[in-house]
């Protein structure tokens, strides 16, 4: 199941946690270092400054994961696109070619016009307005241009919608990008923080993040509200151990709103991919009504969520260098509880 981490002591209590997360535990966690007089006053800051990074670092991870999934969604729409707009060329040029084989059998024959030739030329547009003018068409033929012109008309409306899904796909990657940069840039200062302590200060900082605690905590007697609700939990907890991947939906690595989705997809439901979204993907509950197996998301802005799992405890994945684990659930504010 993968090593367990330390926990701050079980319940609702919000002030009696020290737990991390890349969302303002990072704040706990180096609040959990030795306390000193005057000398921790930089360090007081560095705390602080790290912890800021962090929350920004995750709000950016958040959107990274929505961009990312936009471009993958607009990836296929355009690859569907593409095979459509394939399958209606060849279907429109199987009906040019059996109207030419027509027209060409009626004008051996004395029964058409030389300018029916204008009817199969390369350029559609011209196609269908000299359409228009022939004054000798069958009544079949007539209905095989009309379904002809109707045929261009949708390829032309496939295209269109193609190409506005490729302009998009590539809004897409490029926000991807920038908030890939971004998250890079936080996580990169915030250990560049953390490498500038005193090494004391340092081990105490992974110590709090990477505790040896192997056991299971208590998590009482609560009963998951559904059996879905159980079949999450119990993903969830086979992750147990598993590092943070910003970005990552397991198995071999998770982000906090990776690792929910992820949970919940085992036991067959489909959750939205971020933590902003993920609040909505149920109906509300009060903290103090909470079960196994509902998210709790943190933050007025919900740049964190989590799982709970009973007796004040919930799993999630903290934030790298800090793999899934149990914390408490008061280890930051609490901005709502979702039942799916």
């Given at each position: 199941m993968g090593s367990r981490r330390r926990h701050a002591p079980s319940g609702f209590d919000r002030g009696a946690s020290a737990a991390v997360c890349v969302l303002g535990a990072a704040a706990a966690a180096l609040g959990a270092l030795p306390a000193t007089s005057a000398v921790a006053a930089p360090h007081d800051d560095a705390r602080a400054e790290v912890d800021r990074l962090y929350q920004e670092a995750e709000k950016a991870t958040q959107a990274y994961d929505k961009a990312d999934e936009r471009a993958g969604q607009l990836h296929r729409q355009v690859s569907d696109a593409q095979d459509r707009i394939a399958r209606q060329q060849q279907r429109i040029n199987t009906m040019r070619e059996a109207l030419g084989s027509l027209a060409g059998a009626?004008?051996?024959?004395?029964?058409?016009?030389?300018?029916?030739?204008?009817?199969?030329?390369?350029?559609?547009?011209?196609?269908?307005?000299?359409?228009?003018?022939?004054?000798?068409?069958?009544?079949?033929?007539?209905?095989?241009?009309?379904?002809?012109?109707?045929?261009?008309?949708?390829?032309?409306?496939?295209?269109s919608e193609a190409t506005g899904h490729l302009a998009e796909l590539e809004r897409s990657r490029k926000a991807v990008a920038s908030h890939k940069k971004t998250v890079e840039s936080k996580l990169a200062k915030a250990r560049q923080i953390l490498n500038g302590m005193p090494l004391a200060d340092r081990a105490a900082f992974d110590r709090a993040s990477r505790s040896s605690?192997?056991?299971?905590?208590?998590?009482?007697?609560?009963?998951?509200?559904?059996?879905?609700?159980?079949?999450?939990?119990?993903?969830?907890?086979?992750?147990?151990?598993?590092?943070?991947?910003?970005?990552?939906?397991?198995?071999?690595?998770?982000?906090?709103?990776?690792?929910?989705?992820?949970?919940?997809?085992?036991?067959?439901?489909?959750?939205?991919?971020?933590?902003?979204?993920q609040r909505y993907a149920g109906h509300r509950i009060p903290l103090s009504q909470a079960q196994p197996g509902d998210l709790v998301v943190y933050r007025a802005d919900a740049s964190h969520v989590a799982m709970y799992v009973g007796n004040g405890q919930v799993i999630h994945a903290p934030y790298p260098g800090a793999p899934v684990r149990y914390d408490p659930v008061g280890m930051m504010p609490v901005s709502s509880v979702t039942r799916v």
């Open positions: 009626q004008y051996r024959s004395g029964g058409i016009d030389p300018t029916v030739a204008l009817l199969f030329s390369d350029d559609p547009a011209d196609y269908l307005d000299k359409a228009s003018v022939l004054d000798r068409i069958t009544t079949e033929q007539a209905g095989e241009l009309k379904d002809l012109q109707d045929a261009m008309r949708e390829l032309a409306q496939e295209r605690r192997q056991d299971i905590p208590d998590l009482g007697a609560g009963v998951p509200s559904s059996g879905r609700a159980a079949a999450a939990v119990a993903a969830a907890q086979s992750a147990l151990g598993k590092p943070y991947v910003w970005g990552a939906t397991g198995p071999g690595g998770f982000d906090c709103s990776g690792l929910m989705q992820w949970s919940y997809a085992q036991a067959g439901v489909h959750l939205p991919r971020t933590s902003q979204e």
